[in-house]
């Protein structure tokens, strides 16, 4: 959330005045005399800037009061500034910044948009670098205050749909409610990070089915939207005319209100808008033309894992095509995209039925005609010229002579005995790939969570190694399951040209040294990981576990090593993050800190975020007391961190033992005492899907492919070898179904196992 400024009690003789009693300005150049910044705003009453009309627009200074907390008089040359109107200075007093404010300043049409905003518009707002959708329902100052507008005017936003929870607040602010939303649905946020989902509005006639859509010069032949007896409706123009001094538009409709086709309606210029404008999710059944498959929706030659580009009121928006078909009877030809960025609205479901598999807000469900090939990618269509070096190489690359990049979906459970498991299966070793081999199968083989690498914008002299690892690595091990040496060493390669090592041919590399270099170097993916320490978030793409030399963990599990780890360094995670790669404690050629780590088949990491309710290790009622020195008591769970509420707290740190603890207090999030139910909390949790291992300098790979607990495969790119030095690596892919038996034992069990007489 922008910093709100604090402003000083209201100075004598103002507080009887209102905001129409001032003239504002804003400084738009450097001042001779006083060091005041662009973008500083001020003002004097209007009585004493009208009583010198004469100076105005000359070179004498004006004596001004700033609006930025200290009040103080200034002599301001009036060619340096510019006058604003109340309602503008409150909202560009709520921009924090001085070179910002001066830039939205120049920005007349941000300005003006922000004027026309009313409550219950529809917006999107910048929160933390992500678009968020909501709803305005509060415009105002957000403190108290007699000088119209000295804190600046912010807008009060309840987040909409999948963007729920992703808020911070509950409609308060320092203890003030301004609206009512449930907890971290709202946010607070100045003008300049907030525009109306579209310039202007479409007025339906019922309050629930409020729209924004926007309104463009129309001609005959464009499609175009309308709402009429309360529905969205789609069709085209066949004329714009005039009546009465009203403009209207006729449309051919694609089907009218009484369900028939080939109809025509008069409707007025404002209920129409330029474009389809895709209904929500749980109403897209309003307005389905008659489409027959082979026709029309068709005519571009799309089909699954096509990469399309799709208009929605938020811009374009690029994804993978997972589903084509009908989700009603007699309904259009419906595409499910897996979207690259989280602008979507489910996982792959529609009204509660499955359709194909993708992560929360990557999908949506479209009209199929309405999509058109990714133009990112058009321009490859000219260098199909190259030769492949076999043909085998050929059909394992997907790039197709439409000129598209085109992804393989991750190979599914069904498919893993089919696909992937057998000898010469997964990707091939060669001098020393073993740590990129293992990396890649885990990351790319059952799962999509990291696939917004292989279609990110990137730069162009990047692209090329984008382009490899999808197509001459993912796509062929998925579709084929088996990716030979000599692409990866091509990768290696590419990665070796930039700069980023020497030796990224020849010589065993840390696989997170590689990830780091792929992710952040290469394609600039944003951080995966964001951890706050003493109120600073870091960012990374990976963590790496260390433990002091106190802990008395002997026979761990990956959540007691990431709370040990979280606990001794004083971290919490910022949010939650959508994939968490974790390095387990470093061991060395003399050294060993654990026989066993047992793998942790779900990490909870509800008491790990720094924000958030949490339940009394007691009684599960809402916490109020986090206790550092508790963390390692053996009277309590090994897992976990030790927060208690009031009444608890006091009963626990009675204890002779416990009464020099320092407990302290948690951060409850406004809002949240008073529910009703406090014991009914959501978990955040993470799933396990893959492990890699290394052993004397060989890294392998462990995959979770599928819900069962046998569903584990192992995965090995150096398995066995054919022929001498001129010779090549086998590599290999095996279930390993007994994974699933020895992470169902007790601790207990597991420590007397022996790990050479344990099943391969």
């Not at 000088?147 to 987040?159: D, K, Q, Y």
């Not at 057998?422 to 083989?445: E, P, T, V």
């Not at 382009?467 to 000599?486: A, D, E, M, Q, Y």
């Not at 960012?539 to 007691?560: A, G, M, R, W």
């Amino acid at each position: 959330m922008t910093s709100l400024e604090k402003y000083p009690a209201t100075p004598p003789g103002l507080c009887s005045m209102t905001s129409s009693d001032y003239q504002y300005f804003i400084i738009t150049e450097n001042t001779e005399y006083y060091p005041v910044k662009p973008g500083r705003l001020f003002y004097i009453l209007k009585s004493k800037y009208n009583e010198q009309p004469q100076k105005r627009g000359s070179h004498s200074k004006l004596k001004v009061i700033s609006l930025h907390g200290q009040y103080l008089d200034y002599d301001v040359d009036q060619r340096c500034m510019s006058t604003l109107s109340a309602e503008e200075a409150g909202f560009l007093l709520a921009v924090s910044d001085d070179t910002e404010r001066l830039k939205w300043f120049r920005q007349k049409d941000a300005l003006k948009t922000a004027q026309g905003l009313t409550m219950g518009t529809r917006v999107i707002v910048e929160e933390e670098g992500k678009e968020l959708w909501g709803i305005i329902r509060y415009i105002g100052m957000l403190t108290e205050s007699y000088v119209r507008p000295p804190t600046g005017t912010f807008f009060g936003i309840e987040l909409q749909g999948e963007d729920r929870r992703k808020g911070y607040s509950d409609g308060s602010h320092n203890s003030r409610t301004f609206f009512s939303c449930e907890r971290k649905c709202g946010v607070f946020a100045p003008f300049s990070r907030v525009r109306p989902v579209v310039p202007s509005s479409l007025t339906p006639s019922t309050p629930e089915q409020t729209l924004e859509l926007q309104t463009e010069e129309l001609i005959p032949g464009d499609r175009v939207t309308y709402f009429i007896n309360n529905q969205l409706r789609h069709g085209m123009v066949v004329n714009v005319h005039e009546e009465h001094g009203q403009p209207f538009v006729q449309i051919s409709t694609d089907r009218d209100e009484n369900g028939k086709t080939g109809g025509e309606v008069k409707v007025l210029l404002e209920q129409v808008s330029k474009g389809e404008v895709p209904a929500d999710p749980e109403s897209m059944d309003i307005d389905k033309p008659p489409v027959e498959p082979g026709t029309d929706d068709l005519h571009m030659d799309l089909s699954v894992n096509s990469l399309v580009e799709v208009t929605l009121a938020a811009g374009n928006s690029c994804g993978i095509i997972r589903w084509i078909g009908t989700v009603t009877d007699g309904g259009p030809v419906m595409a499910g995209l897996e979207l690259d960025e989280d602008c979507g609205v489910s996982d792959g479901t529609f009204k509660n039925q499955r359709f194909f598999y993708c992560p929360p807000k990557r999908g949506l469900f479209v009209k199929l005609r309405s999509l058109r090939p990714d133009s990112r990618f058009q321009s490859l269509s000219t260098n199909h010229s190259e030769k492949m070096p076999n043909q085998e190489d050929a059909e394992s690359d997907t790039e197709h002579n439409t000129g598209r990049l085109e992804t393989v979906p991750p190979i599914s459970t069904e498919q893993v005995n089919q696909i992937l498991v057998g000898r010469m299966k997964g990707i091939q070793g060669h001098c020393n790939s073993c740590y990129m081999d293992a990396a890649l199968f885990s990351l790319f083989s059952c799962s999509s969570v990291l696939d917004s690498m292989l279609f990110k914008s990137t730069a162009p002299q990047e692209a090329p190694i984008q382009k490899t690892l999808l197509h001459n690595i993912v796509n062929p091990l998925r579709s084929k399951g088996f990716v030979k040496g000599h692409h990866v060493m091509k990768l290696r390669q590419q990665l070796q040209r930039h700069g980023y090592s020497h030796s990224f041919t020849t010589e065993e590399k840390d696989p997170e040294e590689f990830l780091t270099v792929i992710m952040h170097h290469i394609l600039a993916l944003d951080p995966l990981l964001k951890l706050s320490a003493g109120g600073k978030v870091q960012e990374s793409y990976c963590y790496q576990i260390f433990l002091d030399q106190n802990h008395s963990l002997v026979l761990p599990t990956v959540q007691q090593l990431l709370e040990h780890s979280f606990h001794g360094a004083g971290l919490k995670l910022a949010e939650v993050p959508s994939c968490l790669i974790l390095q387990m404690p470093r061991f060395g050629k003399k050294f060993k800190m654990f026989d066993k780590i047992i793998p942790s088949l779900e990490l909870d990491i509800t008491d790990l975020l720094s924000e958030g309710p949490q339940q009394c290790i007691v009684c599960g009622n809402l916490a109020e007391k986090e206790c550092s020195d508790c963390f390692k008591d053996s009277v309590f769970n090994q897992t976990g961190f030790k927060v208690f509420c009031e009444k608890c707290s006091s009963q626990v740190h009675s204890h002779p033992q416990r009464r020099s603890h320092h407990p302290a207090a948690l951060e409850i999030p406004i809002g949240y005492l008073g529910r009703s139910n406090p014991h009914a909390l959501t978990r955040d949790k993470l799933e396990l899907f893959a492990v890699l291992c290394i052993e004397t300098s060989h890294y392998v790979s462990f995959i979770k492919y599928g819900p069962k607990s046998e569903d584990w495969i192992f995965f090995d790119s150096m398995a066995d070898r054919q022929g001498g030095i001129d010779g090549f690596n086998i590599p290999e892919v095996h279930t390993c179904p007994e994974v699933g038996m020895y992470l169902e034992m007790s601790p207990a069990e597991l420590a007397t196992q022996m790990r050479a007489a344990m099943k391969p």
